[in-house]
Protein backbone atom coordinates (compact mmCIF):
# COMPACT_ATOMS: atom_id res chain seq x y z
CA UNK A 1 0.00 0.00 0.00
CA UNK A 2 1.58 3.52 -0.92
CA UNK A 3 1.70 6.30 1.79
CA UNK A 4 0.06 8.42 -0.15
CA UNK A 5 -3.34 7.83 -1.88
CA UNK A 6 -4.75 10.08 -4.49
CA UNK A 7 -7.63 9.26 -7.01
CA UNK A 8 -5.91 9.77 -10.56
CA UNK A 9 -9.11 11.21 -11.74
CA UNK A 10 -9.74 12.61 -14.53
CA UNK A 11 -11.92 15.62 -13.16
CA UNK A 12 -14.16 17.34 -15.07
CA UNK A 13 -15.88 20.41 -14.37
CA UNK A 14 -17.72 23.66 -16.18
CA UNK A 15 -15.87 26.61 -15.28
CA UNK A 16 -16.90 28.59 -12.60
CA UNK A 17 -17.16 25.41 -10.27
CA UNK A 18 -15.71 24.46 -7.49
CA UNK A 19 -12.88 21.96 -8.07
CA UNK A 20 -12.48 19.63 -4.87
CA UNK A 21 -9.09 17.30 -4.50
CA UNK A 22 -8.14 15.32 -1.99
CA UNK A 23 -5.40 12.89 -0.92
CA UNK A 24 -5.25 10.10 2.05
CA UNK A 25 -2.35 8.84 3.96
CA UNK A 26 -0.94 6.42 6.30
CA UNK A 27 2.32 8.06 7.93
CA UNK A 28 1.74 9.71 11.07
CA UNK A 29 5.10 11.27 10.89
CA UNK A 30 4.29 14.27 7.39
CA UNK A 31 4.09 17.35 9.11
CA UNK A 32 4.36 19.26 5.84
CA UNK A 33 1.77 19.22 3.32
CA UNK A 34 1.92 20.63 -0.13
CA UNK A 35 -0.22 20.82 -3.16
CA UNK A 36 2.13 20.70 -6.77
CA UNK A 37 0.55 21.91 -9.88
CA UNK A 38 1.57 19.82 -13.10
CA UNK A 39 0.73 21.31 -16.55
CA UNK A 40 1.10 19.19 -19.74
CA UNK A 41 5.08 18.44 -20.63
CA UNK A 42 6.02 20.55 -17.60
CA UNK A 43 7.69 20.41 -14.41
CA UNK A 44 5.50 20.59 -11.21
CA UNK A 45 4.89 23.71 -9.80
CA UNK A 46 4.01 24.65 -5.98
CA UNK A 47 0.36 25.77 -4.79
CA UNK A 48 -0.03 25.64 -1.36
CA UNK A 49 1.77 24.69 1.74
CA UNK A 50 0.81 23.86 4.97
CA UNK A 51 2.31 22.86 8.03
CA UNK A 52 0.87 20.64 10.45
CA UNK A 53 -3.44 20.70 10.55
CA UNK A 54 -5.27 23.86 9.91
CA UNK A 55 -6.63 26.17 6.68
CA UNK A 56 -4.92 27.89 4.50
CA UNK A 57 -5.97 30.34 1.87
CA UNK A 58 -4.35 32.21 -1.16
CA UNK A 59 -6.70 33.79 -3.49
CA UNK A 60 -9.11 31.22 -4.98
CA UNK A 61 -7.17 28.24 -3.33
CA UNK A 62 -8.10 26.63 -0.09
CA UNK A 63 -6.08 23.98 1.62
CA UNK A 64 -7.22 21.88 4.54
CA UNK A 65 -5.22 19.32 6.54
CA UNK A 66 -6.86 17.05 9.02
CA UNK A 67 -4.18 15.33 10.54
CA UNK A 68 -6.43 12.96 12.74
CA UNK A 69 -8.00 11.84 9.74
CA UNK A 70 -4.71 11.62 7.81
CA UNK A 71 -6.54 13.58 5.04
CA UNK A 72 -5.77 16.56 3.12
CA UNK A 73 -7.93 18.59 0.76
CA UNK A 74 -7.67 21.65 -1.98
CA UNK A 75 -10.49 23.49 -3.24
CA UNK A 76 -10.15 25.43 -5.85
CA UNK A 77 -13.11 28.32 -6.57
CA UNK A 78 -14.37 29.66 -9.55
CA UNK A 79 -11.86 27.42 -11.94
CA UNK A 80 -10.78 28.64 -14.95
CA UNK A 81 -10.06 27.14 -18.37
CA UNK A 82 -6.67 27.94 -17.25
CA UNK A 83 -6.77 25.47 -14.17
CA UNK A 84 -6.94 22.64 -16.25
CA UNK A 85 -3.61 20.90 -14.98
CA UNK A 86 -2.91 17.87 -13.14
CA UNK A 87 -2.76 18.56 -8.88
CA UNK A 88 -0.11 16.33 -7.00
CA UNK A 89 -0.60 16.15 -3.35
CA UNK A 90 3.02 15.54 -1.56
CA UNK A 91 4.41 15.84 2.00
CA UNK A 92 7.05 14.99 4.15
CA UNK A 93 7.82 14.01 7.65
CA UNK A 94 9.79 16.95 9.85
CA UNK A 95 13.21 14.93 10.56
CA UNK A 96 13.57 14.63 6.61
CA UNK A 97 11.13 17.33 5.39
CA UNK A 98 13.28 16.92 2.17
CA UNK A 99 12.36 13.88 1.39
CA UNK A 100 8.57 14.30 -0.65
CA UNK A 101 6.41 11.37 -0.82
CA UNK A 102 3.79 12.20 -4.15
CA UNK A 103 0.47 11.46 -4.48
CA UNK A 104 -0.45 9.68 -8.43
CA UNK A 105 -2.00 13.34 -8.89
CA UNK A 106 -5.50 14.08 -10.51
CA UNK A 107 -5.73 15.34 -13.67
CA UNK A 108 -8.51 18.28 -13.43
CA UNK A 109 -10.55 19.60 -17.19
CA UNK A 110 -12.40 22.39 -16.70
CA UNK A 111 -14.60 23.34 -19.31
CA UNK A 112 -15.49 26.69 -20.78
CA UNK B 1 16.28 34.10 -12.36
CA UNK B 2 16.52 31.24 -15.04
CA UNK B 3 15.29 28.94 -12.91
CA UNK B 4 16.59 25.21 -12.34
CA UNK B 5 18.22 24.03 -16.16
CA UNK B 6 18.09 20.66 -17.47
CA UNK B 7 19.69 19.29 -20.12
CA UNK B 8 19.14 18.00 -22.61
CA UNK B 9 15.40 18.37 -22.91
CA UNK B 10 14.89 14.85 -24.72
CA UNK B 11 17.14 11.91 -25.37
CA UNK B 12 16.66 9.03 -27.23
CA UNK B 13 19.15 6.16 -26.87
CA UNK B 14 19.53 2.29 -27.30
CA UNK B 15 19.43 -0.25 -24.51
CA UNK B 16 22.50 -0.42 -22.83
CA UNK B 17 24.13 2.77 -23.60
CA UNK B 18 25.21 5.23 -20.73
CA UNK B 19 22.72 8.35 -20.61
CA UNK B 20 24.13 11.21 -18.23
CA UNK B 21 21.41 13.89 -17.33
CA UNK B 22 22.61 17.42 -16.27
CA UNK B 23 21.32 19.58 -13.85
CA UNK B 24 21.62 23.20 -13.13
CA UNK B 25 20.04 24.83 -9.55
CA UNK B 26 18.86 27.96 -8.52
CA UNK B 27 21.61 30.07 -7.75
CA UNK B 28 21.92 29.94 -4.10
CA UNK B 29 20.12 27.20 -3.21
CA UNK B 30 21.42 24.32 -0.60
CA UNK B 31 19.54 21.49 -1.57
CA UNK B 32 19.32 19.38 -5.31
CA UNK B 33 16.62 16.53 -5.91
CA UNK B 34 16.53 14.06 -8.61
CA UNK B 35 12.53 12.55 -9.09
CA UNK B 36 11.54 10.23 -12.13
CA UNK B 37 8.15 10.62 -13.19
CA UNK B 38 6.35 7.45 -15.25
CA UNK B 39 2.91 6.95 -15.74
CA UNK B 40 2.99 3.75 -13.84
CA UNK B 41 5.00 4.96 -10.60
CA UNK B 42 4.19 8.61 -10.75
CA UNK B 43 7.11 11.29 -9.49
CA UNK B 44 9.31 9.29 -7.51
CA UNK B 45 12.31 10.72 -5.23
CA UNK B 46 15.49 9.07 -6.47
CA UNK B 47 18.35 10.80 -4.91
CA UNK B 48 18.98 14.55 -2.74
CA UNK B 49 22.20 16.46 -2.18
CA UNK B 50 22.47 19.09 0.69
CA UNK B 51 25.45 21.28 -0.13
CA UNK B 52 26.59 18.82 -2.44
CA UNK B 53 26.75 16.04 -0.12
CA UNK B 54 23.99 13.19 -0.76
CA UNK B 55 21.57 13.01 2.06
CA UNK B 56 19.14 10.07 0.58
CA UNK B 57 19.78 7.82 -2.19
CA UNK B 58 17.23 5.12 -1.06
CA UNK B 59 15.13 5.77 -3.76
CA UNK B 60 17.67 5.15 -6.87
CA UNK B 61 16.63 2.10 -8.21
CA UNK B 62 20.08 -0.19 -8.78
CA UNK B 63 23.77 0.63 -9.18
CA UNK B 64 23.09 1.30 -12.52
CA UNK B 65 21.53 4.99 -11.49
CA UNK B 66 24.79 6.85 -10.14
CA UNK B 67 24.67 10.99 -9.15
CA UNK B 68 27.06 13.47 -8.37
CA UNK B 69 27.60 16.85 -7.59
CA UNK B 70 30.74 18.28 -7.64
CA UNK B 71 29.70 21.72 -7.28
CA UNK B 72 26.85 24.23 -5.89
CA UNK B 73 25.83 24.71 -9.55
CA UNK B 74 26.01 21.58 -11.36
CA UNK B 75 24.69 17.52 -11.13
CA UNK B 76 24.78 14.80 -12.99
CA UNK B 77 22.51 11.58 -12.79
CA UNK B 78 24.04 8.61 -15.07
CA UNK B 79 22.68 5.72 -16.24
CA UNK B 80 24.61 2.59 -17.19
CA UNK B 81 24.20 0.42 -18.64
CA UNK B 82 20.55 1.54 -19.56
CA UNK B 83 17.57 -0.09 -20.12
CA UNK B 84 14.07 0.14 -21.82
CA UNK B 85 12.44 0.26 -18.25
CA UNK B 86 14.39 3.73 -17.59
CA UNK B 87 11.98 5.38 -20.35
CA UNK B 88 10.93 8.30 -18.07
CA UNK B 89 10.61 11.88 -17.27
CA UNK B 90 13.53 12.78 -15.17
CA UNK B 91 12.95 15.98 -12.90
CA UNK B 92 15.87 17.90 -10.81
CA UNK B 93 14.54 20.08 -8.57
CA UNK B 94 16.32 23.05 -6.16
CA UNK B 95 15.49 24.21 -3.06
CA UNK B 96 16.80 26.65 -0.28
CA UNK B 97 16.89 26.03 3.44
CA UNK B 98 15.53 27.62 6.37
CA UNK B 99 16.46 31.16 6.05
CA UNK B 100 15.50 31.87 2.85
CA UNK B 101 12.39 33.56 1.61
CA UNK B 102 10.56 31.01 1.01
CA UNK B 103 9.10 27.96 2.82
CA UNK B 104 12.21 25.69 3.50
CA UNK B 105 9.73 22.69 2.12
CA UNK B 106 9.27 24.74 -1.85
CA UNK B 107 10.84 22.79 -4.40
CA UNK B 108 11.64 24.37 -7.45
CA UNK B 109 11.60 22.00 -10.17
CA UNK B 110 13.22 21.86 -13.53
CA UNK B 111 11.47 21.13 -16.99
CA UNK B 112 12.64 17.80 -16.69
CA UNK B 113 14.54 15.33 -19.00
CA UNK B 114 12.39 13.17 -21.37
CA UNK B 115 14.26 9.68 -21.97
CA UNK B 116 13.31 6.97 -24.50
CA UNK B 117 15.60 3.89 -23.95
CA UNK B 118 14.36 1.73 -27.27
Known amino acids: QKEVEQDPGPLSVPEGAIVSLNCTYS??????FMWYRQYSRKGPELLMY????GNKEDGRFTAQVDKSSKYISLFIRDSQPSDSATYLC????????????FGAGTQVVVTP | DAGVIQSPRHEVTEMGQEVTLRCKPI?????LFWYRQTMMRGLELLIY????????DSGMPEDRFSAKMPNASFSTLKIQPSEPRDSAVYFC????????????????FGPGTRLLVL
Open chain 1, 50 to 53: TYSS
Open chain 2, 93 to 108: ASSLSFGGHAPPVTQY
Open chain 1, 90 to 101: AMSAGASWGKLQ
Open chain 2, 27 to 31: SGHDY
Open chain 1, 27 to 32: NSAFQY
Open chain 2, 49 to 56: FNNNVPID
